[in-house]
């Protein structure tokens, strides 16, 4: 695994039994979970999750057989249970300790029996934090959270202190805790990052359109290994869904590289016999040109070898893939329908990078995918902040992919229909074969002509053809010779009679 170590414990990491978060995710990202018997911070702006990872946490220890504790400092145990109810759990084998007073009007003789952070000394506050762990005994706390003793701490130097105080506290127990922070101070609490044994950041990003965006990253965790940098994740029904980001050297299974056949013998030749299984093909033309066309005759004819194949699309409905499948002949709904062929369609306002990766190693290492479509590559790019980070994204998933032996094909569209181009990301060095589809005028009318130019794995015909999409799929003529200036957008043609684009 990738990751970071940072410092050290004071003990082996061999000798700390690990416990697990309650996140699938977040223990893939840490490679097993946290060590026992430690001090975590979890930090973040209201509304990133902290209560809801905590719960998790909490839950899976009581599903354990453990006794656990959330010391709520600033929720009451009726807001608790409703963010429980909405999951779908229940916090009955979960100890909650309210410093919080009762949502009814306090009786003036009782006052005095109920704890309350803001009107209480620090002191007193831990202190009765102290007596109920004693009580209870739990092997998992979570204290929520620490912006109540900032305030009542008044200044620095005293909340260092009373944080210090619990991790002593807490380090002569076999308890495991995690605190719970929300960033309410005016600059990042460093010395708190010094003090516990890992911190977890968790963000929420508001895009200029489209849902917002969670992401987490593991800031510190002290003589451990884990997997570095940002992951996306989503707060669904069932609690925090994070997908680890995908590092493609953790991920090889040993493949044949042998061809992939189109199903169209003519194209096969084009290509010197076919794509090769572990490489990818880039498809880069104008808009409607036969790029998605010719992608779907190869999942079709995966399926009919009996192979699964999955077609990504980020810009046409299943129904405008299914009417042009039926007007090329390939039957389409029979193979989605017997579960070989999948298609889904990716809404990239809605969709983070990090999930689509997620689908994508479902989709291979589970439903054992061996084409994957991603049409297209501008629908994609539309998901990313940063064309930077599209590229490192989908150099990492293009490798993931290769090493897996799936071939992928992936749909860009050009900006223009007749005439100069512009492509609106140069991905093509990532690609192992890129193929060149494009309109040219001749003879009055338009016409389509395909050609390879980029192969990295043997020999290919470097000649440009003409193509068609009729009823019967993709059929290509013979080397456009007497042409020149065809992909330029200003074609010349040299020869004495204009050959006539045939009708189907």
Known sequence: MTGTSTGASDSSPKDLPRVSTGSEGLDDILGGGLDANRMYLYEGRPGTGKTTIALQFLLRGAHDGERVLYISLSETKRELSVVAQRHGWSLDGVDIFELVPPETTLDPDREL?????????????????????????PARVVLDSLSELRLLAQNPLRYRRQVLALKHFFAKRNCT??????????????????????????EQLALDYGSERRRLRVIKMRGMRFRGGFHDFNIERGGLRIFPRLIAAEHHT?????????????????LGGGL????????????????SSLALSYAIAAAERGEHAVFFA???????????????GLPMERHIESGVLRFQQIDPAELSPGEFA????QSVEVDKARIVIIDSLNGYMHAMPDERFLILQMHELLTYLGQQGVMTILILAQHGLVGPAETPLDISYLSDSVLMLRYFEAGGTVRRALSVVKKRSGNHEHTIREFRLTSRGVVLGPPLKNFSGIFSGTPHYTGTTLPEGSAE
């Open 314 to 328: 980020f810009d046409e409905g299943r129904g405008t893939i299914e009417a042009r499948a039926r007007t090329l």
């Open 358 to 361: 997620a689908i994508v190693r």
């Open 276 to 291: 090769e299984r572990g490489t990818n093909a880039l498809l880069l033309g104008a808009a409607g040109v036969g790029k």
């Open 177 to 202: 805790i995690v605190l719970l922070d929300d960033l309410s101070s005016s600059q990042d609490d460093l010395q708190l990052h010094s003090i516990a044994h890992g911190v977890v950041m968790l």
């Open 113 to 137: 029996t109920v704890f309350h952070p803001a009107e209480m000394e620090l002191s007193e506050t831990t202190n009765v934090i102290f007596k109920e762990v004693d009580r209870i005994n």
């Open 254 to 270: 040993p493949f044949t590289g042998e061809v992939t056949p189109s199903g169209n013998a003519e194209i096969d030749q084009l």
